[in-house]
């Protein structure tokens, strides 16, 4: 049974390349690096990173641009994440409302641009199909006629040609049409999914508020949840490591969150200082007594 909601959704790859601006090239440098971390378990740098890119960036980011958009969703979900797998969750939330609430956007400027976009190939595919049925008639009529003047071949010859260029036309504009709404239906997806998962994340972070109030104490949170993911080695080490550092997150003084999570993360338990040993008070000289001279 999973300890925690899904890490956030794996992104869309969206079909066109995300050119032209910092925060897309960004992504895009540095994703692999940012992902590789956090299977790792290393989530601060990835933080620090995705926070710094989304406050210098972010507000450059043009909202009619949906590849640009949509690539400010992905970083916002890596902070999320960083802050998951840190025990910061309500960090995290806060990211995944951004994101969630992006992503609405991003469906919300994208299809209006795709609607006029969807509308001229619609006019224009009117208009090619309906000359492109006239060439068809025209071709028909003279492949009727039989015993075709040279001038009648040469009329047949270029009417063909049109055709193909209309024909060509036609079926580039329904690749288009497809693509858009292939498109469209990847960005929708995505506001669907972040919505989910805010709710999911919402839902979880009341239910721990609940529980830690039944238990009447952090503490005693703490040590119930602490034994459950001691013994529960069958969800992969990010998740566990999310949950023991989310323990740590709440009791901050807890040996045993703190010796768990170094556990996670392959580390030795540094050992206990040693005490100072107390001086000891310095002996007292006697001298020795002199003998009465004989």
């Known amino acids: 049974m999973s300890l925690v909601p899904a890490l956030l959704p794996s992104l869309f790859a969206l079909s066109l390349p995300l050119l032209g601006q910092n925060l897309p090239e960004k992504f895009r440098d540095n994703r692999a690096a940012w992902e590789e971390n956090l299977a790792k378990g290393v989530s601060a740098p990835v933080r620090k990173a995705t926070e710094a890119v989304l406050a210098q ?37 806060g990211h995944l409302q951004k994101a969630a609430r992006t992503a609405a956007d991003n469906v919300t400027a994208a299809e209006g641009t795709f609607g006029r976009i969807r509308q001229q190939h619609e006019e224009n595919l009117k208009t090619w199909r309906g000359e492109a049925a006239k060439l068809d008639q025209r071709l028909a009529d003279l492949d009727n006629l039989g015993g075709l003047t040279s001038d009648q071949i ?17 079926a580039s504009s329904e690749r288009s049409l497809k693509e858009i709404d292939s498109l469209a239906g990847q960005l929708r997806k995505e506001q669907e999914v972040y919505a989910a998962s805010l ?14 109030a039944r238990k009447g104490s952090v503490q005693a949170y703490v040590a119930e949840k602490l034994d ?33 999570v170094n556990g996670l993360m392959g580390k030795d338990e540094e050992p206990p200082a040693p005490k100072a040993k107390a001086k000891s008070a310095p002996r007292k000289k006697h001298k020795g007594r002199t003998r009465a001279a004989a």
């Open 57 to 93: 960036d972010g507000p450059a980011v043009n909202p009619s641009d949906y590849n640009a958009m949509h690539a400010m969703v992905a970083v916002m979900s890596l902070a999320a994440r960083s802050c998951v797998l840190e025990g910061a969750w309500e960090d995290a939330v």
């Open 154 to 170: 040469k009329t047949r010859t270029q009417i063909r040609a049109q055709l193909d260029e209309f024909r060509n036309a036609i």
């Open 199 to 212: 709710a999911e994340w919402q839902g979880f972070l009341a239910k721990e508020k609940a529980d830690i």
């Open 228 to 260: 459950q993911v001691k013994g529960d080695d069958a969800n992969p080490m990010p998740e566990r490591l999310a949950y023991a550092r989310r323990l740590q997150h709440l009791d901050p003084e807890s040996g045993d969150c703190r010796r768990l």
